[in-house]
């Protein structure tokens, strides 16, 4: 993003801040997809995000927001073993032990997405500055961005993780579960997250499609030999829910599951070809029907 479209964002969000969610996402769906959505009558994947973001306050939706109680969610729903260990948690920056971690390891606000410091050994620590970033998350709504209601009553926390690898010591891929009326509709994989990332989609069979989705893609991969159990996980996850996505990390001990949202992309992203999006929207109207 430029320098002057990254201030028109700024200056855009100012001036719609004191209004409610329905007209701020409206506007900021047409400064975003050059078209406006019709939140009642939605059509495509990502109309349907924006308008599940308005109608819907189920409190459920919070927990799944919150990256602490979560885990407790899906203990419940699936039993214990299947999400990244917890190593601390705490309310202010100033507490986290950053000499001492038990490296490697990866910090994350518990009430926000998309923000990651990672961590491989004390060395790289440099405790004034990634003390000023954490305090940085702490004090930030992330509800705010882009109306994700939920994230507005989640606690503010620094959640710390051990960082995972794959079978060959890299960053293990995402596997993101699309959960639309209580069936998984579609995987997208994501590799190189940190560095180059690239994307693939495939149906629930592993078959890859024929769509990108905002990233380049990479060669294709066979299955996960997990993938029956995956879907089994995902589906009862997503079962008191018309939509959620479920994200697992392909690790070298398996999957395990990093995050659920209701809100992917807070609604915004790209298919090529943009047909996808509208076939997507459809099985959520045919859900709902």
Not at 64 to 86: F, N, S
Not at 200 to 228: F, M, T
Request: proline residues 9%; positive net charge; hydrophobic residues 40%.
């Amino acid at each position: 993003m430029s320098a002057r479209r990254d201030w028109t964002e700024i200056a855009v969000r100012a001036l719609l801040r004191p209004f409610g969610d329905a007209l701020y996402l409206r506007v900021a769906h047409r400064r975003y997809f050059g078209r406006w959505p019709d939140l009642a009558r939605p059509r495509t994947l990502h109309e349907h995000i924006h308008s599940y973001l308005v109608r819907a306050r189920d409190p459920r939706l919070v927990v799944l927001a919150d990256k602490v109680r979560v885990r407790d969610y899906i203990a419940q729903q699936v039993g214990d073993g299947y999400t990244v260990p917890m190593l601390g948690q705490w309310a202010r920056a100033a507490d986290v032990p950053l000499e001492t971690l038990p490296f490697p390891v990866v910090l994350k606000p518990s009430h926000a997405s998309g923000r990651v410091l990672m961590l491989h050994a004390a060395a790289q620590v440099q405790p004034r500055a990634h003390r000023l970033l954490l305090n940085k998350w702490l004090a930030h709504d992330y509800s705010r961005v882009n109306r994700e209601w939920f994230y507005h009553h989640v606690p503010h926390r620094i959640v710390a993780e051990p960082m995972l690898f794959d079978v060959d010591g890299d960053v293990p891929a995402d596997c993101k579960a699309y959960v639309i009326g209580g069936r998984v509709r579609y995987f997208q994989v994501e590799r190189g997250r940190f560095i180059r990332p690239t994307r693939n989609l495939y149906s629930p069979q592993w078959q890859l499609l024929p769509v990108r989705g905002g990233c380049p893609r990479h060669a294709p991969q066979p299955p996960p030999p997990e993938l029956p159990r995956m879907i089994e996980l995902a589906q009862r996850l997503a079962e008191p829910f018309e939509f959620l996505r479920v994200d697992f990390l392909l690790t070298r001990d398996g999957p395990r599951i990093s995050e659920l949202t209701s809100s992917p992309g807070a609604g915004f992203g790209r298919f090529y070809p943009d047909s996808f999006g509208v076939e997507v929207g459809r099985w959520w109207s045919e859900s709902r029907s």
